[in-house]
């Protein structure tokens, strides 16, 4: 299976015009993790869109929960399709964050990336928003209470015009019809949203290592340097590596979750499963909860300044201010201890964000007294704010001294010979579980499918990037 | 140019009216967005409705267990609407009397009469069983009987409703005050009449704030608190002369 050089896959190369894809390719350096947190976000919507198609054949908003559940029970395979979905949606989220801050630590919101910085920012909203929808769609008990939350949210805004807009008539077949579209149409947009900043990604080019700019913007890596070796097939090998290798992250994890016997033992907070109805008596055993990506608000909400204000201040501040991040930066230091004060900010939020989903996660709807809210809200701001300045100082004075002592990948190399045995390791094991997979029962063993599959995908990507290594890169 | 010479000025003028009518076609078509409001649901007035158990049997006053282990909830007036049936009792299981009283709702003072239990021992009322704070519903609302304590704002109380999401108490005795906040409304109560030839219940209106989520709730005015008519729209009506009480067993209990 050389793709290369002649061969089965130059046959296809050219019949598919592959060698004239038009993305970029990159320098053997960028084929690290780093680089391609955003590929892993984008591999997880292509994975969300895949299995809620497939959902939608089967999910009904005139019977919303005991639809859920069947597809869970009776369906073939169909406890994977929900587990995953679900799991595919934390994944997107944590994927999100991570690129989010690995971008703004490598000040790559600046020029000329700042609309890119901007789509993003909304990309993460209408995740967030596409995902809240998502977790009521289920229609267990949980999902009821969240639906009022978002009721009381609006109205708190002066916004509750646009409750039947959102929520339907106030029929429960008008409620989940309506969820329904909207999280259709959220997801419809995000996908808009991120071929635009997928585009602008390719025009700008990879962010290439802040040395190379001198720590300066604009870091643009010349469509000239010598470096770039073509796309195909060395970056759509790593790139399907990277979507498979997320996909099998995707499946194993509720797969493992969802086994009888760990799955008595998940806290409601991860589990694969949708909660017990609202009319069943499990139903009074299941805490007031909602999902943890949103567990940082569930506290704003218990702030003692009134919910409008507590949702302005959690969300809506916290969202313009990411907004603005370019326009507020303006500078072209890239490194983050060069632009002090924004770098402390950043920290400070993050540290505010987990701070309260931990508090929110001990003590969900406790109210909150002034001085706790003082208690939690300042010490971060003094600490990162103090801290980031400390750093600063000391690191001008070493400045000088660590610039250039450094040699890129000096550290551990893996020996060809080592990556050629982990190549044939992993395309066995790859096989073996998919081997032991359909001797499984596709409704009884859900999550044992579920675990052979992840397994695979993951061996399989492995595999992928031994052969990648061992072909492609240099050294 | 080729063809005919227009001079800049008319080309500009041009320019600009095809950008004024873009813009006035664009601006005037942003009213189709009102294609997402769906048309309303509503029922012209509070139904008179007899509670019938799932059998449809009537529900007797009498037989109704005093601080049930179990929460007894039925939907009303709408079938979105659900409310916690409660025969309120001493911590000896004994009936205690509910009077009539004057309820205030703090967020702005306006207060309405509560007209007080009913049933042979006064003792019998319902409530919305939808959280007035951010509508959290049963089971994170419920009930607390006597020696039963819920952790509030005033540490642990019982004979209280009590909303776990984020800790709102209401008083169940004295026609559904609020305790402690973050809610800054009371529940609304369904107004109850026992007919005592043949011990059988109606509901036969709502007093108090608008329900949860129903237009006009957050703003509960003096009008409105006497004849809360948002509870009559936002919801599929309940069809027949009867309303369902079924029974859910009480995480506090
Ligand atoms: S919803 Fe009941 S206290 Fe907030």
Redesign the pocket.
Known sequence: MDMSNGGFWDKVAEILHLKDVPFMGVPDYMFSIEYWLGAIAASALAWQAITGLILLLYYQPSDAYDSTMAIIHNVPFGSILLSSHLYGAYIMILAVYIHGLEVFFRGAYKRPRGAQWVLGVLLFAMTLGAAFVGYSLTGDVLSA?AV??GR?ILTALGLSSAIPILFGNGTQLDLFTRLLGWHIIIAAALILFFALHFYLAEQNGFMPDLKESNYRAPALLSRSDSRLKPWWPRNFIFMLAIVLLTWGIILLIPSVLAIPQVLSRVPILLSPYPGPSPTSPEASSVP?YPPWFFLFMYKM?DMPFGLAMDTVMGMFIPLIILLLVPALDRSDALHPLDRPWITALFITGLTWVIELSVWSAIQP?VPVKMQWFAITIIPPVVISFGGIYAIRRVWFKVKGELSGSRNRGAGFRLSKGAALSLGYLTSILAIIAIVVSFFLNPIMDGPYVGVMWGTALISFAASLLAYFYVEYIQW | MSGGNVNESRRNFLKAMVTIAGLSVLAGMLRGLEVLVPPEVSISGFPRLLLVDENGNPIKASSIPINGKQIALFPYPLDNEPNMLLALGDSSGSPVEVPPTTVIIPQNNVSYDFPGGVGPSKNIVAYSAI??????TFP??TFYPPGVKAITANGPMDKVIH??????TYDPYRGGAVVT???VRPLPAVVLEWDSSTDELYAVKMIGPVI?GHPGYSSPTSQLVKNPTGDLTGGSPISGTSTIVKYYSNPAS
């Open positions: 209470d009022n939350v009381g007031a909400a709807g | 959280c007035q704070h951010l509508g959290c994170e609302l909303c776990s999401c984020h800790g709102s906040g973050p809610t949860y």
